[in-house]
T-cell receptor, first 115, second 112 residues
Framework: DTGVSQDPRHKITKRGQNVTFRCDPI?????LYWYRQTLGQGPEFLTYFQNEAQLEKSRLLSDRFSAERPKGSFSTLEIQRTEQGDSAMYLC?????????????FGSGTRLTVV | ELKVEQNPLFLSMQEGKNYTIYCNYSTTSDRLYWYRQDPGKSLESLFV?????AVKQEGRLMASLDTKARLSTLHITAAVHDLSATYFC????????????FGTGTLLAVQP
């Protein structure tokens, strides 16, 4: 298992454009999380999936943000009409329900810069 | 709402010295996590603390948990430059959803 994969690693986009990020979790993990981290801050929770169901969304997830996990495997996070304030590192994590180690494994992140 | 606070926010220390990072959280939590983050990198799991009085050690780092005080500590023994990084604590709660709530982080700079 290669861990949690995120693509792309870096994305530079012009304000107003749409962007989409992908996360491939560890294959046996049924829970998937998206976090956003701005410079000098801790990661902030955005949303959470258990299998294909999106069970919780943060207030931070405005209408311009949408996340999917259509087959309970990989997930996508789309940001429409990007704004400069969207510039951040977007982190994906996965975990397994019932895992006795209670571990969350994080991906390498996608760094978004909106110019 | 569950809140997590760390102090100090920035710690500059000399090699060979000892120091402690503190993590306070606001409400009952089920698990306490410590992560390390290098600049521009993702989060590396260090410790998961599951119960009151739990203590875990790895190399020069030791983490402990006091659930009654809602306090966890990360103790650094005889610091070396390679420990320079940002350290985050995080908590989660068992329930309808599990999610990690992170502290603000402690930037550790170990000077030779």
């Amino acid at each position: 298992d290669t861990g949690v994969s995120q693509d792309p690693r870096h994305k530079i986009t012009k304000r107003g454009q749409n962007v989409t990020f992908r996360c491939d979790p560890i294959s046996e993990h049924n829970r998937l999380y998206w976090y956003r981290q701005t410079l000098g801050q801790g990661p902030e929770f955005l949303t959470y999936f258990q299998n294909e169901a999106q069970l919780e969304k943060s207030r931070l997830l405005s209408d311009r943000f949408s996340a999917e996990r259509p087959k309970g495997s990989f997930s996508t996070l789309e940001i429409q009409r990007t704004e400069q304030g969207d510039s951040a590192m977007y982190l994906c994590a996965s975990s397994r329900l019932g895992d006795s180690n209670y571990g969350y494994t994080f991906g390498s992140g996608t760094r978004l810069t909106v110019v | 709402e569950l809140k997590v606070e760390q102090n100090p926010l920035f710690l500059s220390m000399q090699e060979g010295k000892n120091y402690t990072i503190y993590c306070n959280y606001s409400t009952t939590s089920d698990r306490l996590y410590w992560y390390r983050q290098d600049p521009g990198k993702s989060l590396e799991s260090l410790f998961v603390l599951l119960s009151n009085g739990a203590v875990k050690q790895e190399g020069r780092l030791m983490a402990s948990l006091d659930t009654k005080a809602r306090l966890s500590t990360l103790h650094i023994t005889a610091a070396v430059h390679d420990l320079s990084a940002t350290y985050f604590c995080a908590v989660d709660r068992v329930g309808a959803t599990n999610k990690l709530i992170f502290g603000t982080g402690t930037l550790l700079a170990v000077q030779p």
